[in-house]
Each structure stands twice: as structure tokens, then as C-alpha cells.
């Protein structure tokens, strides 16, 4: 078999899982096949944007699907929001490179009184919702084979 066939078509089963955490064993997994994606929020009390970018990689070892945190952005500084003293601000976005390793799953609280997070696969960005629905509390988000 040819090794680069085979290594495209790992990282084309290569995604995200959506799944509710109050409902885990009973939730409906919703797979989004990506490698590269950007998690983006209005922060709830000081309206700011945040951007953060992610890769799906395999990690070298365990061949294990994994997150890796690229490159983040927030849209001005606000209180219990400054960015990292190693930021650059561009055209009002402060950006940076995250230096912390991402847990093995993203825990996101969605709110009826907040907008929805965003995810933005290839330039395009759709709520949340467009792929699995809220329940009002914790969607984990994290990276996996195509089921």
C-alpha cells in the first residue's frame, strides 16, 4: 500500500466531535471533518470578539487525533481579557501565539443569553447551532476520527 495514500486518508477521517456533556451517554456525536478551524465568541459582559485557531493533528506516538492551538486573536482589551505581553495589535486585534497545550477536549458553555460560538471552517464561520443544537449548558468539542 501506498504510504501517502494511506497517510491522505488519515487525515481526511481526521475531524471534530460535537457532543452534549449533560446527555453524554444518550447525545448524538456530530463530526465535522476538518484538520484546521477557528473557535470564535463574543465575550458575554464586555461584547468583545475572540478568535482562537486550532489544528486537528495526529499526535506522532499514539496516532491519536489531538488539538493543537495555532493562533488566537481578541478584538481590543477589556478587564479579566488582556492579552498575552507578547501580542501585536493589527488593525485593532490583538494577536498572538498560545503557548498552553490545549486539553483533550474544549468544554464550551453555551447561553440563551448570549450568542452562539462560532465555527469557522475554510473562511466560512456558522453558529454553533448550525451543527448541533444547544441544550444550555456544556457542548465538548473535541478531536476524533470519523465515526
Avoid: N
Avoid at 458575554?44 to 506522532?60: F, G, H
Amino acid at each position: 500500500m501506498d504510504r501517502r495514500w494511506l497517510g491522505a486518508w488519515r487525515l481526511s477521517t481526521l475531524g471534530i466531535c460535537l457532543s452534549l456533556a449533560a446527555v453524554l451517554q444518550t447525545s448524538p456525536v456530530v463530526f465535522v471533518p476538518t484538520t484546521q478551524f477557528t473557535l470564535a465568541w463574543t465575550h458575554s459582559i464586555e461584547k468583545v470578539r475572540w478568535e482562537e485557531d486550532y489544528a486537528v493533528r495526529l499526535d506522532t506516538l499514539s496516532q491519536q487525533p489531538e488539538l493543537q492551538a495555532v493562533q488566537a486573536r481578541v478584538r481590543g482589551s477589556a478587564a479579566g481579557m488582556e492579552p498575552p505581553p507578547d501580542a501585536v495589535l493589527r488593525r485593532g486585534w490583538y494577536h498572538y501565539t498560545p503557548t498552553i497545550t490545549p486539553p483533550p477536549e474544549l468544554r464550551l458553555t453555551r447561553s440563551e443569553f448570549t450568542p452562539d460560538y462560532e465555527v469557522c471552517v475554510q473562511g466560512r464561520c456558522r453558529p454553533m447551532a448550525d451543527w448541533m443544537a444547544s441544550d444550555g449548558g456544556v457542548t465538548l468539542l473535541k478531536p476524533c476520527r470519523k465515526p
